[in-house]
């Protein structure tokens, strides 16, 4: 079984640029959350995704969005790149209810912002 | 802020020492506690969960000890193995079903 594919795995953006990142979540799993994870801050939670609704949110700004497509993959964008938006992104699938399950991550897609 | 709040930073053990990771909380609505392992360029992996109503719960050589009165849980690492250094984070799930994660601990266990 395929586990969580993230893409791109690597990019470089420079302020004021907008990126979109990819998650394709296990097969089966309608679940998808975004973390960002930085030396600093850890893992801080985006957005948590279910059926194409967004189920949760965390304390980022407006220019952090997702969206979830009927497939259950998702994608996330961050427009208006500062230099602090550099960070993993992972994504993080789990089945129904997420909170009796576990997160399944991906190995994340790691951003730079020069 | 941090939610739950995880010590130590960091912490070196030798080969067969027990690793010992602390986490607190405040929000007493968590009801989910697990602890995820990280190598290095990889994603997040769950090792263990706990329920409040549980005190202890062992799984090989990772166990998690929970105190709810004291709204604390630790992660002891017993026989530490050099393969078990990675960076360990304590999490909870709230009442929204989101997933705060403590800081994270890097383990390095040295042969």
């Known amino acids: 079984k395929a586990g969580v594919t993230q893409t791109p795995r690597y990019l470089i953006k420079t302020r004021g640029q907008q990126v979109t990142l990819s998650c394709s979540p296990i097969s089966g799993h309608r679940s998808v959350s975004w973390y960002q994870q930085t030396p600093g801050q850890g893992l801080q939670f985006l957005f948590e995704y279910f059926s194409e609704t967004q189920r949760n949110k965390g304390n980022f700004p407006g220019r952090f969005s997702g969206r979830q497509f009927s497939n259950s993959r998702s994608e996330m964008n961050v427009s208006t790149l500062e230099l602090g938006d550099s960070a993993l992104y992972l994504c993080?699938?789990?089945?129904?209810?997420?909170?009796?399950?576990?997160?399944?991550f991906g190995e994340g897609s790691r951003l730079t912002v020069l | 802020q941090q939610q739950v709040k995880q010590s130590p930073q960091s912490l070196i053990v030798q080969k067969g020492g027990i690793s010992i990771i602390n986490c607190a909380y405040e929000n007493t609505a968590f009801d989910y506690f697990p602890w995820y392992q990280q190598f290095p360029g990889k994603g997040p992996a769950l090792l263990i969960a706990?329920?409040?109503?549980?005190s202890e719960k062992k799984e090989g050589r990772f166990t998690i000890s929970f105190n709810k009165s004291a709204k604390q849980f630790s992660l002891h690492i017993m026989d530490s193995q050099p393969g078990d250094s990675a960076t360990y984070f304590c999490?909870?799930?709230?009442?929204?079903?989101?997933?705060?994660f403590g800081a994270g601990t890097q383990v390095v266990v040295t042969p």
């Open positions: 993080a699938s789990s089945l129904q209810d997420r909170r009796t399950g576990e997160l399944f």
């Open positions: 999490a909870a799930t709230d009442s929204w079903g989101k997933l705060q």
């Open positions: 706990i329920r409040p109503d549980v």
